[in-house]
């Protein structure tokens, strides 16, 4: 696939990562109905190309992503919206993928982009980034998680302040309450999330899709059921040549050589 048959992302892959940078600098990357189409496009093409093991997601410019694209709302309907249900489909296509998705946080992430940073598995932002569900402030509610998932990290109270009053909160507070997994300087953010992409790459992608499967499903269901999707699970590694070649050369103290099986 490639990049040039985008407008509002920047798609690339090397190096068995995807490069997905939103790319509407000029609108703090504002997502419109066009960069939501094209950000399912490029997500579902790096899901099924085996050669893709990590899947980083950033902003051009001065912005991760300031959300929505506003100028879009006086006119919709509910209707419409039923039509347009690629709205909340990045942020499940996201969750669902058997891949780790790494949020390159570089400035304002409010609404949609707060949710889109908070459905990839781990979120490293720059010292000047700002997170925030700011929608109460046009007339709507968080649509893409953001009820959902604000309250599965930081709790039910912080959660409803925030989405209550729109209010912003600050890269360093994101941390201490866990949204978020790491802050960095500025000029420090791509050498950070590259270090972590590297440390991914030296696990067996297949185990990783177990672990990040048996880790959605326990804030999906209750602890028994969570336990027994983990047992089996586990038990699902074993038929892996992975799990084979990991065990050896941890014992045999050499470097494994992964093959994704």
């Known amino acids: 696939m490639s ?11 090397k190096n068995n ?46 912005a991760f992503s300031a959300g929505a694209d506003i100028s879009e709302f006086p006119v919709l309907t509910p209707a419409d919206l039923v039509k347009r249900a690629e709205m909340i489909r990045p942020y499940e296509l ?11 946080v570089n400035g304002l992430a409010l609404g949609g982009g707060c949710e889109l940073a908070m459905a990839c598995d781990i979120v490293i932002a720059s010292e000047d980034a700002q997170f925030g569900q700011p929608e109460v402030r046009v007339g709507v509610i968080p649509g893409g998680g953001g009820t959902q998932i604000l309250p599965r990290l930081v709790g039910e109270k912080v959660a409803k302040e925030m989405i209550f009053t729109g ?34 790459l ?33 038990r699902m590694c074993f038929s892996t040549e992975d799990q084979k070649e990991l065990s050896k050369a941890f014992l045999e103290k050499r470097p494994p050589v992964i093959k994704g099986k």
């Open 3 to 13: 990049t040039s048959q985008f407008q509002t992302i920047i798609y690339e892959k």
């Open 202 to 234: 030296k696990q067996s992608p297949i185990i990783l899709a177990f672990a990040k499967m048996a880790i959605n499903r326990a804030l999906e269901t209750t602890l028994s059921e969570g336990m027994r999707v983990e047992a089996d699970l586990f």
């Open 17 to 62: 990562v995807a490069w997905i940078t939103l790319n509407r600098p000029d609108k703090l990357n504002a997502q419109n109905a066009q960069m939501r189409a094209e950000l399912i496009q490029a997500l579902q093409d790096a899901a099924k190309d085996d050669n893709v093991r990590v899947i980083v997601i950033t902003g051009a410019g001065r």
């Open 167 to 200: 209010k912003f909160i600050s890269a360093q507070e994101a941390y201490r309450l866990g949204m978020i997994n790491r802050v960095v300087p500025k000029e420090k953010l791509m050498e950070e999330v590259n270090n972590l992409v590297n440390e991914l």
């Open 94 to 104: 996201i969750r669902s993928m058997p891949k780790p998705v790494i949020a390159a």
